[in-house]
Nanobody, 118 residues
Framework: VQLQASGGGLVQAGGSLRLSCAASGRTFSIYGMGWFRQAPGKEREFVSA????????QYAGSVKGRFTISGDNAKNTMYLQMNSLKPEDTAVYYC????????????WGQGTQVTVSS
């Protein structure tokens, strides 16, 4: 499975961005997909994840109410709509995919930079 993330960029605080992650290859093996992020000098942290059926969705407390994860099964693509962005959301965002659950991830995509200016 290959993951291609896109949609990062520079935005002012309070603005919005939508990240996309397109999966290719053995996509039938994917149970769910999600996002992690890593800010400079900080550890990588979980952001959000969702299984393809949509009945299991998780958010980190720091983004709940501001970010929305969604998926398009037909396109094998998962999205992260990020609203009310804050400077502390600045990070490299990584798309991930799991074959079994939303706790351990088997595949990682390249990162996409999100920079929020104050």
């Amino acid at each position: 499975v290959q993951l291609q993330a896109s949609g990062g960029g520079l935005v002012q605080a309070g603005g919005s961005l939508r990240l996309s992650c397109a999966a290719s290859g053995r996509t039938f093996s994917i149970y769910g997909m999600g996002w992690f992020r890593q800010a400079p000098g900080k550890e990588r942290e979980f952001v959000s994840a969702m299984n393809w059926s949509g009945n299991s969705i998780q958010y980190a407390g720091s983004v709940k109410g501001r970010f929305t994860i969604s998926g398009d099964n037909a396109k094998n693509t998962m999205y992260l709509q990020m609203n009310s962005l804050k400077p502390e959301d600045t990070a490299v965002y990584y798309c991930v995919a799991s074959r079994w659950n939303l706790s351990e991830y088997d595949y990682w995509g390249q990162g996409t930079q999100v920079t929020v200016s104050s």
